[in-house]
């Protein structure tokens, strides 16, 4: 059974950093892409960034690009997201996610993900 669990949430001030964590269990990580997404209160569900299984190749939605930076550690099973130069309006719920198939670049449609993480709550005070 796939696991996924979320960790580095919190209460920032506008322009900090944050760094979430999203730690995987139940199969061989490193043969998978991940993704991050996030909600806010009343708002869809949205891309945030996204990683291929072999690390090479990310992805990122336009109002991240150039302040959340998506990783992976294989040997700890573990995927990241740094969140800096945080905004009022990055405020959100965020989830990680893991696709059904194997050696994939990465998504940004949360149609292609089979397994989702609970979230951590990230909240930016202006």
């Known amino acids: 059974q796939v696991q996924l669990v979320e960790s580095g949430g919190g209460l920032v001030q506008a322009g900090g950093s944050l760094r979430l964590s999203c730690a995987a269990s139940g199969r061989t990580f490193s043969w998978y892409a991940m993704g991050w997404f996030r909600q806010a209160p009343g708002k869809e569900r949205e891309f945030v960034a996204a990683?291929?299984?072999?690390?090479?190749?990310?992805k990122y939605a336009d109002s991240v690009k150039d302040r959340f930076t998506i990783s992976r550690d294989n040997a700890k099973n573990t995927a990241y997201l740094q969140l800096n130069s945080l905004k009022a309006e990055d405020t959100a719920v965020y989830s990680c996610a893991a696709p059904n198939r194997p050696y994939t670049s990465g998504s940004s449609d949360p149609a292609d993900f089979g397994y989702w993480g609970q979230g951590t709550q990230v909240t930016v005070a202006s």
């Open positions: 990683i291929s299984w072999r690390g090479t190749t990310t």
